[in-house]
């Protein structure tokens, strides 16, 4: 039987058609550096209903500040979606959190969340990257920095983005920025990072917030860490209605990759004389 054009024709648009659907859309990336471009290396939108632990550490069951980590607390909601609920079970309180620590772990890029934040005070919620060089005194912050992406303590639209640097200790280096944004007491919004080798920029929705070189930029790979946290700092948890959740639609990393050179044609390849006008 003779093949049939129109058939491989129907079949190659198909795969073609499955192959950019598989893509996600993405709204927002910044300019990457100069001759390169941007290239999806990594990414979760929390499909299914159950967590991928190839990519994710559920952490806990341990004491984490005045609350738990509890495995059980991070979950697929089962609508495309991750949920670090913060409740309460008997006599404590307890949180989810996850990370990619020796699964993807990465340094440069942009690194992008969108989530939705939790309501009720006494809890909050963080985007960030970590390594353990974070606790290496010297260096600055080149040789690892706690890099806070975004942090809500608070519940009236005001935000911090943080970072810190050789240790937790007598010799720790902090730089930081806080600002309001009302709207995203309500609804989704994203959070991202744009790490270059010599500055961080940090977006929310987009919109740059802060701009900054402090710790003079880590130059190693991070992972990353999506978490609830019980303290003080965002109040009195006694008073949270609970349980009370921090939502996650997806993460994504791009990688800045070299701009492909244009191709060379016999006509114009490097020691052919040009054709004749």
Known sequence: MKP???CWVLFLSGLLARAVASEPRQEFLPPPPPGTRW?????????????????????????????YWMRDDAF?????????????????????AVNTRGKFERAFGYFE????????????????LMCSGVNTV???????????????????????????????????KSAGHRFRLPEVTEGFHTYGLLWLPDEYVFYV??????????????QVPQYIKLTNEIGTWAGDIREATLPDDFEVDYVRVFAFVPTAPPETSPTNAPGRDAPPK
């Open 138 to 172: 010297g260096n600055d912050g080149r040789d690892g920095t706690e890099i806070d992406i975004i942090e809500m303590p608070w519940r009236d639209g005001r935000l911090t983005v943080n970072l810190h640097w050789d240790g937790y200790g007598e010799h720790r």
């Open 39 to 67: 290239q999806l290396v990594w990414h979760d939108e929390f499909d299914g209903d159950e967590l991928d632990e190839t990519r994710w550490n559920r952490l806990g069951d341990w004491k984490r500040r005045d609350g």
């Open 76 to 96: 697929l909601s089962g609508r495309g979606s991750l949920i670090l609920r913060t409740t309460r079970r008997e006599d404590r309180y307890t949180c989810g």
């Open 113 to 128: 969340a969108r989530c939705k934040m939790p309501r009720s005070p006494g809890h909050w919620s963080a985007f960030w």
């Open 205 to 218: 929705d987009g919109r740059e917030v802060w701009r900054t070189r402090a710790g003079g930029v880590s």
């Open 4 to 6: 049939r054009p129109i």
